[in-house]
């Protein structure tokens, strides 16, 4: 079993800059794809990028490229999610959520490729 505990979140204004943490349980963390997904106010849960397992790949929503940067430590096993250039429609619950395996060849940005799920932090962004 994999427990995620988000942390980070909070509020910010348009053109600032947050850096959200994933710590995750367990001892085989480099085992698992990271990714982080949001979810906005009466909208969807929506994929925001991916990180494989030790790193060497990443993906982005076309709506965060540039801006975010998903990276991982496997030795602290956490995996962070760097977001600059806020803008307001970036408020949304973040959850950062695991699978075992690789990431080619699979769908990254659906939800069911997901198993496991943290409890999601709020972010919040004032224009």
């Known amino acids: 079993q994999v427990q995620l505990v988000e942390s980070g979140g909070g509020l910010v204004q348009a053109g600032g800059s947050l850096r959200l943490s994933c710590a995750a349980s367990?001892?085989?963390?480099?085992?698992?794809?990271m990714a982080w997904f949001q979810e906005a106010p009466g909208k969807e849960r929506e994929f925001v990028a991916v990180?494989?397992?030790?790193?060497?790949?990443?993906y982005y929503a076309d709506s965060v490229k540039g801006r975010f940067t998903i990276s991982r430590d496997n030795a602290k096993n956490t995996v962070y999610l760097q977001m600059n250039s806020l803008k307001p429609e970036d408020t949304a619950v973040y959850y950062c959520?695991?699978?075992?395996?690789?990431?080619?060849?699979?769908?990254?940005?659906?939800?069911?490729?997901?198993?496991?799920w943290g409890q999601g932090t709020q972010v919040t962004v004032s224009s």
């Open positions: 959520v695991a699978r075992y395996g690789g990431i080619s060849g699979t769908n990254y940005r659906q939800r069911h490729e997901y198993t496991y």
């Open positions: 367990g001892r085989t963390f480099s085992g698992l794809a």
């Open positions: 990180i494989s397992r030790y790193g060497g790949s990443t």
